[in-house]
């Protein structure tokens, strides 16, 4: 009787044993899942192709690819530029937050008639919250906004808010955008204001009331997610000419990121305004088991 119990529980340490040992190797054999960012990625010289790296590159181990806006120089000019995007891209599987490029020039109805989501909105990433923004809705000019496109902007706004008052599952809320995003917290321990982004409208209204200054009103919404346990993280577009990635976490606990390309620009010819000529980056981001991780990555060809 006494060996019957010891040779049972001899089987049940080696079964416990083998069940860790077999929990652990299924966690450490999980996969992340990947994404990649991309940032004004339109050809210079050209109305309706990308940087031509773009059209080449594998995007299959990607889950998703997120677009930062300026796709190309001038997307909304003609309805076949968004046939050739979704050659390169599968809109289907795009998060596109629509920058200026894609906005103001040309019939805007060519791009919204083919975007796969509206120009604002948020989805469960099962895990974290993405929210993708039109930033095109905002007056970054120091005068009072125009009344129009009221309704938009104060939905956009309200969206945000209801996310900030609700959010509670969800490890990160990351927030894709094309225009600069709280330049003016974006401040250098010597003290001096990082002007990163090709554009870095300070001040920066949302809505059509004068009273709705972005970071005045924003940035306590995301304070207050962050301060719930969730992680957010803010990816713009707009980036390229001055800058080729940028990373920076205010004393609140908020990662600004941001990430383009811009290599095609004749240097010869080039603008003022373009003023890095470094090696062009692209920003892959892997989600595994509540964690969110991100490095700038050189795209070949420079």
Known sequence: MRRDY?????????????????????????????????????EWGTENQVDP????????????IWLGGDVCARTANDPSTMDYLDSVFNLERTHWALGNHDWDYGERENVLSRLPSPPY?????????????????????????????????????????????????????????????????????????????????????TTCDSLSELTDT???????????????VCIGGDFGMRAKQF???????????????NNTVSREYAPDYVTDFGPDHILELWYQEGRLEWAFVLLGGD
């Open 121 to 205: 909105y948020t989805v469960w990433e099962d895990g974290f919250c993405l929210t993708v923004l039109n930033t095109n809705l905002f007056w970054p000019y120091p005068s009072t906004p125009p009344q129009e496109n009221c309704t938009d902007k104060m939905a956009q706004w309200q969206m945000v808010h209801n996310v900030a008052d609700t959010i509670s599952e969800a490890t990160h809320w990351v927030i894709l955008h094309h225009h600069a995003l709280f330049s003016d917290l974006m401040v250098a321990a010597e003290g001096d204001t990082l002007r990163a982004f090709n554009v870095n409208p300070v001040p920066f209204y």
């Open 53 to 64: 790296r773009l059209e080449a590159f594998d995007y299959r181990p990607y889950e998703a």
């Open 247 to 261: 990373e920076f976490q205010t004393p609140e606990g908020i990662w600004l990121l941001g990430s383009g390309i």
């Open 6 to 42: 010891l040779i049972f529980n001899r089987i049940v340490i080696v079964y416990m044993v083998f069940s860790l040992f077999f929990m652990a190797g299924c966690e450490s054999t999980s996969e992340s899942r990947r994404f990649l960012f991309l940032g004004h990625p339109y």
């Open 218 to 232: 924003w940035y306590p919404e995301l304070v207050r997610a962050r301060q719930r346990g969730v992680e957010v």
